[in-house]
């Protein structure tokens, strides 16, 4: 697989959570596979392989995949879906200024990872402790994300720290974009690349 290939996986990993988060909040329920990957990819700090974060088949992100289509296309795309797979990805890059931050992410990850083998990987314990994660860490930055939805939803049990786990796993695949060379600009100009290199996955 090329970088560009990479670059357009990682970035479609943003917008899968990006349109999780929406779905969660709107409806109070998510696709199960994307969440099961979602999670998975936050909690595996060191995969074997790039592959390996996705599970090493990249239907798992197929949600992402054909979100991310439907924004470079400029074709119909939620503007909340947009603004939260944009918003991730300045976090990141605010996240990438803040070692200490990113140290502790890195040390709490780790210990979730642990709880991930007890409880099972989507286990509430799991995802509570995620969401706990996002709220000590990426949540303090000035800038926030906001999420619209149904608030008696968003109000419901659990739903605040699964909202949050989808914003952490998010900031995630953001990161693992800017490792594979991935920039805002070519968000803008390299739209017709990005696509391409979509269209190559399948």
Request: glycine share 8%; aromatic share 6%; no cysteine.
């Amino acid at each position: 697989m090329n970088r560009e290939a990479r670059q357009a996986l990682a970035l479609a990993g943003v917008f899968q959570a990006a349109a999780v988060v929406d779905e969660l909040a709107r409806t109070g329920h998510a696709d199960e596979r994307a969440w099961q990957t979602l999670i998975r990819a936050t909690i595996d700090t060191s995969p074997e392989t790039f592959e390996a974060i996705y599970g090493d088949n990249h239907n798992n992100l197929r949600l992402g995949i054909d979100t991310l289509d439907r924004v470079l296309s400029r074709g119909e795309t939620s503007p909340n879906v947009m603004r939260y797979g944009f918003s991730m990805v300045l976090l990141m890059q605010k996240l990438r200024k803040q070692p200490q931050m990113m140290s502790t992410l890195s040390e709490r990850l780790d210990r979730v990872s642990e709880q991930a083998r007890h409880f099972g990987d989507t286990h509430e314990n799991v995802v509570a402790s995620l969401g706990q994660i996002y709220q000590d860490t990426l949540s303090t930055f000035r800038y926030r994300v906001v999420v619209n939805g149904d608030p008696s939803l968003l109000q419901s049990r659990m739903m605040p720290e699964r909202v949050r786990t989808g914003l952490l796993a998010g900031v995630r695949f953001a990161l693992l974009w800017h490792q594979q060379g991935g920039r805002r600009w070519k968000l803008v100009m390299g739209r017709s690349g990005l696509r391409r290199a979509l269209a190559s996955i399948d």
